[in-house]
């Protein structure tokens, strides 16, 4: 049973627009969360996160939303670029443990020049 | 930049042979990780440390063993390669304290043939 879905396996943006990726969650106990970008061929690379205490957090163009009620984070790239498309993964945690993380399936974000 | 290295990055062997995975950082992180990676799927953690001479069972159960006796060298070994191992590994790193970010290695791509 998967904890962390991300549900749109792909994404296509125009350069210059916002990109918004979604993922939900459910387990209750999840208390941090994060987004890794993951390029073919490569590992994934931390991108932003989130505490459970918090409801936005901002680095730069990225931007992580947590809505604790309805178990949802969204990632907001603002504007997008050629060079962010990738495939971006939600993960989540139990008290911020960061050996624990329950990751998704992934979103493969095309953008488009 | 994160400094974490693993070798080889492609690897195709015959059935039976024993391999081993090698991953090192510099980063003087006391956590180390594995998890495995099957293409359009999430990771999935099969093993962790928490420092020299600590190795723990991740949630994906896995024929692979572990050593930790460096605190910088995490080796995944396989005694006897089969089809079914054939995926993506990928080592991880990150300090003792919670709610930090857990940074990767560019993977190794196995196939067993």
């Known amino acids: 049973d998967q904890q962390v879905k991300q549900n749109s396996p792909s994404l296509s943006v125009q350069e210059g627009r916002i990109s918004i990726l979604n993922c939900d969650y459910t387990n209750s106990m999840f208390d941090y969360f994060l987004w890794y970008k993951k390029y073919p061929a490569e590992g994934p690379t931390f991108l932003i996160s989130i505490s459970s205490i918090k409801d936005k957090n901002e680095d730069g163009r990225f931007t992580v939303f947590l809505n604790k009620s309805a178990k949802h984070l969204s990632l907001h790239i603002v504007p997008s670029q050629p060079g962010d498309s990738a495939v971006y993964f939600c993960a989540a945690s139990i008290g911020g443990s960061n050996y624990k993380l329950t990751f998704g399936k992934g979103t493969l974000l095309t953008v488009n020049p | 930049e994160a400094d974490i290295y693993q070798t080889p990055r492609y690897l195709v062997i015959g059935t039976g042979k024993k391999i081993t995975l090698e991953c090192s950082q510099t980063?003087?992180?006391?956590?180390m990780y594995w998890y495995q990676q099957d293409p359009g799927m999430e990771l999935h953690l099969i093993h962790y440390s928490y420092g020299v001479n600590s190795t723990e069972k991740g949630d994906l159960s896995s024929e692979s063993t572990v050593s930790r006796i460096r605190t910088e060298h995490f080796p995944l070994t396989l005694e006897s390669a089969r089809p079914s191992h054939t995926s993506q590994y990928l080592c991880?790193?990150?300090?003792?304290?919670?709610?930090?970010?857990?940074?990767f290695g560019q993977g190794t791509r196995l196939t067993v043939v």
């Open positions: 991880a790193s990150s300090n003792l304290v919670s709610g930090t970010e857990a940074f």
């Open positions: 980063m003087g992180h006391d956590k």
